[in-house]
């Protein structure tokens, strides 16, 4: 992004800014992650995608050959066949189960509205993906919070879950791998909330977000989707993160009950219509080519958590760290007891001198001592470089 181009989006962001909090009108409530969409300074750390996919190596999957005489019309209500099929098999469900969304935030939208009405409540694991909350809140939704603690890990804390449990429960949200901990949730856990789920809140569902399960490090398998799991399981995942295309804005969520199945696929047809065709088309080539671009970028996440995990180590003394377990995120946090308060927002405000981007836990739910850091996105020459400017950002700060 050119100097003239971050000064624009600084101003248009400047502009929202203006009006929040006190006098904010707006439904959904603001979140500075909407900044990640209009800045992306060189050492971009605050990305939790692997890099981006080109145009040119999708058109290279076989399949594609014919892609011109694709006919852009409407797509269908609940997301082109071939498409339902590949995340089908992923997900081990029937291709019927699959309603395509754009992206995995669609999804949520549709789920707080859908599922939920005046008077209900939903329980939420955070820090989570901002729109898991604010799509809930902006449908009006009572939201129970149950905060997960860096000092556990981000581990899921069922006691908390349950004591949040209530006849008025319709939705329980969390997300395994978790953005922005890239922490993930044992079937074993799922199984005793489903269990709590069916004693106190036997009319509710488990949204389960799954946007990172495939990407994973070197040689490790992915997890097997929790979509199958359950009849009250409803999963979502898409294309944009372990993949690197997120834009296709394609997504999808799997969802057993027939009924809510034709409810949501109502919803997105009111809102959306339908999905792209063109991007459809594609991400159906990409998901069956899923091992071809999933393999080689594996690799290159394990040898950036590597990395990583080396500059945490030489870094002890101010940074500590949660080891992600998936996803090419994960959370860090300045120690209390080499940065104070001052210092903490004097690191925020030094970022950009270091040409530095990362993804404050504010926007999570979590202090602005702890920070996401995407460590896939930037090309593997690069993260060194990127992660030297972090070291001395810290250097300026303690000057």
């Given at each position: 992004?050119?100097?003239?181009?971050?000064?624009l989006a600084d101003g248009r962001r400047a502009n929202l800014r203006e009006v929040t909090p006190s006098v904010w009108r707006g439904r959904f409530p603001y979140n500075e992650i909407i900044s990640l969409l209009d800045v992306n300074r060189p050492f971009n750390l605050a990305e939790s995608t692997s890099q981006d996919l080109s145009f040119g190596e999708l058109l290279d999957f076989p399949g594609l050959e014919n892609i011109r005489d694709l006919k852009l019309g409407y797509g269908t209500s609940a997301g082109a066949l071939a498409l339902r099929q590949e995340i089908a098999d992923a997900c081990k469900v029937s291709a019927e189960h699959v309603?395509?969304?754009?992206?995995?935030?669609?999804?949520?939208?549709?789920?707080?509205?859908?599922?939920?009405?005046?008077?209900?409540?939903?329980?939420?694991?955070?820090?989570?993906?901002?729109?898991?909350?604010?799509?809930?809140?902006?449908?009006?939704?009572?939201?129970?919070?149950?905060?997960?603690?860096?000092?556990?890990?981000?581990?899921?804390?069922?006691?908390?879950?349950?004591?949040?449990?209530?006849?008025?429960?319709?939705?329980?949200?969390?997300?395994?791998?978790?953005?922005?901990?890239?922490?993930?949730?044992?079937?074993?856990?799922?199984?005793?909330?489903?269990?709590?789920?069916?004693?106190?809140?036997?009319?509710?569902?488990?949204?389960?977000?799954?946007?990172?399960?495939?990407?994973?490090?070197?040689?490790?398998?992915?997890?097997?989707?929790?979509?199958?799991?359950?009849?009250?399981?409803?999963?979502?995942?898409?294309?944009?993160?372990?993949?690197?295309?997120?834009?296709?804005?394609?997504?999808?969520?799997?969802?057993?009950?027939?009924?809510?199945?034709?409810?949501?696929?109502?919803?997105?047809?009111?809102?959306?219509?339908?999905?792209?065709?063109?991007?459809?088309?594609?991400?159906?080539?990409?998901?069956?080519?899923?091992?071809?671009?999933?393999?080689?970028?594996?690799?290159?996440?394990?040898?950036?958590?590597?990395?990583?995990?080396?500059?945490?180590?030489?870094?002890?003394?101010?940074?500590?760290?949660?080891?992600?377990?998936?996803?090419?995120?994960?959370?860090?946090?300045?120690?209390?007891?080499?940065?104070?308060?001052?210092?903490?927002?004097?690191?925020?405000?030094?970022?950009?001198?270091?040409?530095?981007?990362?993804?404050?836990?504010?926007?999570?739910?979590?202090?602005?001592?702890?920070?996401?850091?995407?460590?896939?996105?930037?090309?593997?020459?690069?993260?060194?470089?990127?992660?030297?400017?972090?070291?001395?950002?810290?250097?300026?700060?303690?000057?």
């Open positions: 992004m050119t100097a003239v181009q971050e000064s309603i395509t969304t754009q992206g995995t935030a669609l999804g949520l939208f549709l789920l707080a509205f859908e599922v939920c009405r005046s008077g209900d409540e939903a329980v939420l694991a955070t820090p989570c993906f901002p729109p898991s909350r604010d799509c809930l809140l902006g449908a009006g939704v009572t939201v129970r919070e149950v905060k997960l603690s860096f000092e556990s890990g981000y581990r899921l804390d069922l006691n908390q879950i349950e004591a949040n449990l209530t006849s008025k429960t319709k939705l329980v949200s969390i997300a395994s791998p978790q953005n922005p901990s890239g922490v993930r949730t044992s079937r074993a856990d799922v199984e005793k909330l489903l269990g709590s789920m069916e004693r106190l809140s036997p009319h509710a569902l488990l949204f389960i977000d799954e946007t990172y399960r495939e990407a994973t490090y070197g040689d490790d398998t992915a997890a097997e989707s929790f979509a199958s799991l359950d009849p009250r399981v409803v999963t979502g995942a898409s294309v944009s993160k372990a993949l690197g295309a997120p834009g296709l804005r394609t997504g999808w969520l799997t969802v057993a009950d027939a009924e809510l199945r034709s409810r949501l696929t109502i919803a997105k047809m009111n809102t959306v219509i339908s999905g792209s065709v063109l991007d459809e088309t594609l991400a159906a080539a990409l998901l069956r080519h899923r091992e071809r671009v999933l393999v080689p970028r594996r690799r290159l996440l394990a040898g950036a958590l590597q990395e990583l995990s080396d500059w945490c180590q030489g870094e002890h003394s101010r940074i500590e760290w949660i080891r992600p377990e998936g996803g090419a995120l994960c959370c860090l946090r300045l120690r209390a007891d080499a940065l104070d308060d001052a210092a903490v927002s004097r690191f925020w405000s030094l970022l950009p001198q270091h040409d530095l981007q990362l993804a404050s836990g504010k926007w999570f739910g979590e202090s602005d001592r702890v920070f996401r850091l995407g460590f896939g996105y930037l090309p593997p020459a690069r993260l060194g470089a990127a992660l030297a400017a972090l070291s001395s950002s810290l250097d300026a700060v303690a000057e």
